[in-house]
């Protein structure tokens, strides 16, 4: 079972729990009954008439004098049975008023219709003028119906004449027409301005109708509160049978503003107790409206206290509800306890023995979930650790330390084995932010050990099964190198999927973060002198590994991003993990061509034969770098000058070299020096690797020219012989990790390279 199946049952249990207790309450809990809400009463003066039909009148509103505010409220009830009008008109018929300041009136439509032959039968123009209220632009539309139509609607606009708009509708078959879509094909419709006092609705056809007149006849336009008119294809024909349509009026009092109002002390002649003032959007003057909480008319005797607890919508009371004065309180029934709401604590009942019983069942039912979580977690620290020791004798662990166990004589430092916990902890459990480097083979974290030392620990992304007894055999050779030029071998770790090696950490980064950093690479710490000793320190590093280490190691990855520098700046080789062992009775080795572009040993991509060649080739492009100070690969550069090699024989060959080098290192007592070095590299980047110089060669030139920089009057070929005995003696040391290019850390190893398959091979 999964711990997220456990955790499953967990949650059922809990909710297990909540149910019965909810049962529990519910046994003790009474039904309340809640009285319905009640409704708004319609306020008028004394005396007055609250109804004409069956329309209700509000003050301001009224049907007599004295019982409305002002001549604009009048409401003239007429008629039998009697209807109301807006004021002394017969024609403006009122269907509803309300406090909020909306008025429904009904309104004529618009028509033009034709006979068959174009002939006009009937046209009735619409129009509307209100002397105080407006037009409400968020409750109505102007709409057109036919498929031969352009309407208008002109009016005055805040009190001034001459708003115009309007809109046009075609269609040229019925099929064309849709239900319920008002976009321009039998019907259009457009919004209606602010301020609109009065209007004028005229609707004209483009060609009589004679090309639809046998579906659309007429043309109509009209005003229409929004979402009471729904338009279909019948009403093309229809709509001429339709008289009136409802039209929402926006009222307001007076002209003058809420704070007009105010200053004049005129607010109780009008918003009344538990109301306040609200100037309109649409129209002059201002509104009252009651305050939260409170409901009625604000204009005559103010606003009264909604009862909430009438009204289960009202109110979030789980129990009790409590009325007060423009809101409510919450409140539980004796034998419950919380704040009484359903959007909060709510209501709990005390502890009874129905909730004492619940509460043991779950208390036991919580045990036996735990200690079945604590079997669970027990199983898997098992499982985990026969996992620790099946990767660690697949990785060649236990070989390992059968090698280690025999060479405990040795004088030499041995590798330490790592355990998988202690580089978790080292690493803060592999965080983002302990990561120095990242490349195509895997990632490097930066480690604190428990010791306090910092180190670097390479974590691969996969490895190679068939290769183990050589990994292996390659980490013995490695830990017993002591060369100061080599990044120390630590120790490694077989207790994971895939094999992590442990380095020293380097602080300074990168040959290539030194060289083209333009910040860092400052004419005080970036000499020729500092890049000549850089030169020969990794020249001596591959010469050992080439012909003085106990098997020979080619790189087959050499570049300024694998050379780091400590904080004397000296060089300290790194990352191998693409280099090869030679067996001693072969002078090549067939393989999958791996390294990095701008780098790579041309005769190696051809053939896939690896020869120690191929670092020579390699560390002849590191050289070029560190005499021009270009990348070795450059697409953002002429075409000429993206490859550096390439580029720097060039110039050699058109006796262009003081056009190339770095003017930083140039001076007049060292051209001699720079010329050797120049022609060092020429060699180093010949195309056949026969005829490139051995790295023991290499190291031995750039030897006796750095001892020609320090001690000038030595003649070099007097000391020649000292210095290849210096060389075939000096003490070497292991292998390391990776730095990147990128990388302000510099180990970053893993990027940029190159995988072609050619031939069989690793």
């Known amino acids: 079972m999964s711990i997220q199946r456990l955790m499953l049952l967990l949650l059922q249990l809990i909710t297990l729990m909540e149910v019965l207790l909810a049962a529990a309450a519910s046994a003790q809990t009474t039904a309340a009954t809640l009285s319905p809400p009640s409704s708004d009463q319609v306020e008028v003066k004394p005396g007055c008439q609250d109804k004409c039909g069956k329309v209700s009148i509000p003050y301001p509103f009224g049907t007599t004098p004295n019982c409305y505010y002002n001549e604009d409220f009048f409401i003239n009830c007429t008629g039998n049975p009697p209807k109301p009008f807006l004021r002394k008109s017969d024609s403006i018929e009122v269907t509803n008023i309300s406090v909020d300041g909306k008025l429904d009136i009904e309104q004529y439509i618009a028509i033009e219709c034709f006979n068959k032959s174009g002939a006009r039968l009937a046209a009735f123009d619409n129009s509307l003028s209100l002397s105080k209220f407006v037009i409400s632009d968020t409750d109505n539309k102007f709409v057109a119906v036919g498929c031969d139509t352009y309407a208008e609607i002109i009016g005055d606009k805040n009190g001034a004449y001459g708003y115009t708009g309007g809109c046009t509708t075609k269609c040229g078959k019925i099929d064309y027409v ?30 009589n109708h004679t090309k639809v007149w046998d579906f659309s006849p007429c043309s109509y336009a009209f005003v229409v509160e929004e979402g009471k008119f729904n338009f279909s294809p019948n009403m093309l024909k229809d709509l001429e049978y339709v008289e009136l349509l409802p039209v929402v009026l926006d009222w307001s009092i007076g ?9 004049k002390k005129l607010m109780n002649y009008t918003c009344q107790n538990n109301s306040r003032c609200h100037d309109v959007d649409n129209g002059f003057g201002y509104r009252c409206k009651c305050l939260d909480g409170y409901h009625g008319n604000p204009y005559l005797n103010g606003c009264l206290d909604i009862n909430e607890c009438d009204d289960p919508n009202l109110h979030t009371c789980k129990q009790n509800c409590i009325n007060t004065d423009g809101g409510y309180e919450c409140s539980c029934r004796k034998g419950y306890h919380g704040d009484g709401r359903t959007n909060g604590e709510g209501c709990s009942p005390n502890r009874t023995l129905v909730v004492q019983i619940t509460v043991g069942i779950g208390v036991s039912l919580l045990a036996l979930l735990m200690g079945s979580l604590w079997f669970y977690l027990g199983y898997k620290r098992w499982k985990l650790m026969k996992l620790k020791e099946k990767f660690f004798r697949k990785n060649g662990g236990l070989m390992l330390q059968q090698q280690l166990s025999e060479r405990q004589g040795s004088t030499h430092e041995t590798t330490k084995i790592f355990t998988a916990e202690e580089l978790e902890k080292a690493t803060n459990n592999y965080s983002e932010t302990r990561i120095i480097g990242k490349g195509g083979f895997g990632t490097v974290y930066k480690g604190i050990l428990v010791d306090g030392r910092v180190v670097a620990i390479k974590k691969s992304k996969m490895v190679d099964q068939s290769q183990i007894e050589q990994f292996i055999n390659e980490v013995l050779v ?45 004419k005080s710490n970036n000499s020729w002198e500092i890049r000549l000793r850089i030169a020969t320190e990794t020249a001596g590093v591959l010469s050992y590994l080439h012909s003085a280490a106990s098997v020979p190691i080619i790189h087959r990855d050499v570049k300024s991003t694998n050379i780091l520098l400590d904080e004397t700046l000296t060089a300290k080789v790194s990352d191998f993990g693409a280099s090869r062992l030679v067996p001693i009775d072969q002078d090549e080795l067939s393989t999958m061509v791996q390294g990095t572009l701008g780098y790579l040993d041309p005769e190696y991509l051809q053939t896939s034969q690896l020869t120690e060649k191929s670092d020579v080739y390699s560390f002849g492009v590191v050289l070029v770098e560190l005499l021009t100070r270009k990348k070795a690969l450059s697409f953002d550069q002429p075409e000429e000058e993206r490859n550096l090699a390439m580029y720097f024989l060039s110039a050699l060959k058109e006796d262009r070299l003081l056009q190339v080098l770095d003017d930083c290192i140039v001076t ?6 720079l010329k050797e070095v120049s022609n060092l590299a020429k060699r180093c980047l010949r195309v056949k690797g026969e005829e490139r110089p051995t790295m023991k060669e290499v190291a031995m030139e750039l030897e006796g020219l750095r001892r020609m920089v320090m001690h000038p009057w030595v003649s070099n070929e007097a000391n020649s012989e000292e210095t290849e005995s210096l060389l075939g003696g000096i003490s070497m040391e292991t292998i390391s990790y990776g730095g990147g290019g990128d990388s302000s850390s510099g180990y970053d190893t893993m990027r940029n390279h190159i995988m072609l398959p050619v031939n069989d091979g690793r």
């Open 178 to 207: 849709a239900n319920d879509s008002c976009s321009g094909i039998g019907c259009c419709q457009t919004s209606i301005a602010k301020g609109m006092t009065s209007f004028e609705v005229s609707v004209n056809s483009f060609e």
């Open 255 to 263: 002209n003058e503003t809420c704070e007009e109002v105010e200053n």
């Open 478 to 522: 490695l830990s017993q190198i002591n060369h100061r030029n080599v990044v120390k071998l630590l120790g490694c770790c077989f207790e994971t999927e895939v094999p992590l090696l442990v380095y020293e950490f380097v602080t300074k980064g990168t040959l290539f973060d030194y060289i083209h950093n333009t910040s860092k690479a400052t």
């Open 668 to 673: 007049e007592g060292n051209i001699e020096q």
